[in-house]
Nanobody, 126 residues
Framework: QVQLVESGGGSVQAGGSLRLSCAASGYTGSVYYMAWFRQAPGKVREGVASIYTGGGNTYYSDSAKGRFTISQDNAKNTLYLQMSSLKPEDTAMYYC???????????????????WGQGTQVTVSS
């Protein structure tokens, strides 16, 4: 069982930056994909970025490309999401997710992930 705990959310003005962290514990040896999702009130949960822990391959949504960077620290079993040039539309609850399967092009589909954190709120004001 993998446990995921997010941190780093908060309130920031438009144009600012935040770094989210996701600490993984439990049996993580065979985790293939870790990802960040977000969900705003009344909207579906959407994939923001994903990383293949075995090779470091990264994937981004169109809205995240060029502004967000996903990274990992294997020694600390921690996933990060560096967010810059934040916009009010980035306001959402951000979730860390993980799954042992090689998801490939399905990385952005929430239903494929078996493990989820509790979320951390990001609020961007204009």
């Amino acid at each position: 069982q993998v446990q995921l705990v997010e941190s780093g959310g908060g309130s920031v003005q438009a144009g600012g930056s935040l770094r989210l962290s996701c600490a993984a514990s439990g049996y993580t040896g065979s985790v293939y994909y870790m990802a960040w999702f977000r969900q705003a009130p009344g909207k579906v949960r959407e994939g923001v970025a994903s990383i293949y822990t075995g090779g470091g391959n990264t994937y981004y949504s169109d809205s995240a490309k060029g502004r967000f960077t996903i990274s990992q620290d294997n020694a600390k079993n921690t996933l990060y999401l560096q967010m810059s040039s934040l916009k009010p539309e980035d306001t959402a609850m951000y979730y860390c997710a993980a799954d042992r399967r090689p998801l490939g092009g399905n990385w952005h589909i929430a239903g494929y992930y078996a493990y989820w954190g509790q979320g951390t709120q990001v609020t961007v004001s204009s």
